[in-house]
């Protein structure tokens, strides 16, 4: 496995591999998990040879947000990538993402508002500038993204979409610790109670899927039961909103389509937390 910091090498590297196949690309802020290994295993499924980039992007912290104590271990990342099969890891210095000439912003609009996006302002201009500068190294590629980040997807979806980026974005389904707790690598800030408390996220989702197969079509009645069993939990709820799944805006009435996304962000002591779930996507 190849170790790369520099743009330039990482890019001729990538256009070598593509001579030979089709390339897949996982991007990632390290600290990973099990999580990001299952979307590198799906992209050597779906792909030739597979890179992952490990970079804590900054842009897409906010002044109090927890940029400075985000887990970082890139001797354990880069184990996990070679256990994984990856053929080649970018892990660039934030001066050589962001030298100080540079001036470019990438923006998507309206996806970007609700959601994490009301809260965390700037943040998805953070995270489609980056990802907009590794697709531009990558090159034509197919790139995995887990449904965890719901709204990431979209977004980043929309901008290929918008800038004809010519990459393929899959979504990985969500995966989840033995006891339901969603993958992330903020699980490991979390202390044993904060853990337990944030069992109540995916709970609280797996209730509304039930309501929701029952018949259940009110956005307000489904986002009631799930912010009452996070209080009850000791959970500080930041948003738990059902929206439409390709819009993420709300309802105007009731739910009138076979799906829904209800999506829950939630502080368990300081750790921020997000979760979801398409509801109706397990009926048929
Ligand atoms: O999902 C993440 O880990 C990050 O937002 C990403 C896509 C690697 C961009 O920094």
Known sequence: MLLIREPDEYRAHCAALRETGTLGFVPTMGALHEGHLALMRSAKQLTDRVAVSI????TQFGPSEDFSRYPRDLGRDLRLCESAGVGLVFAPEASAMYPTNERTRVSVKSLTEGLCGTERPGHFDGVCTIVCKLFGLTGPCTAIFGRKDYQQLKVIEKMVGDLFLPVS???HRIV???????MSSRNRTLSADEHQQALAIGRSLAAAERAFAAGERAPSRLEAACRAMLR??????SYVSCVHPNELTPWPGSIDGPHALLAIAAFAGATRL??????GENES
Do not use: K
């Open 274 to 279: 997000i979760d979801n779930c398409l509801l």
């Open 55 to 58: 970079f804590v992007n900054p």
């Open 169 to 171: 974005v899959i979504g």
């Open 176 to 182: 989840r610790e033995p006891d339901g707790l969603a």
């Open 232 to 237: 009850q939990a000791g959970l500080r709820e």
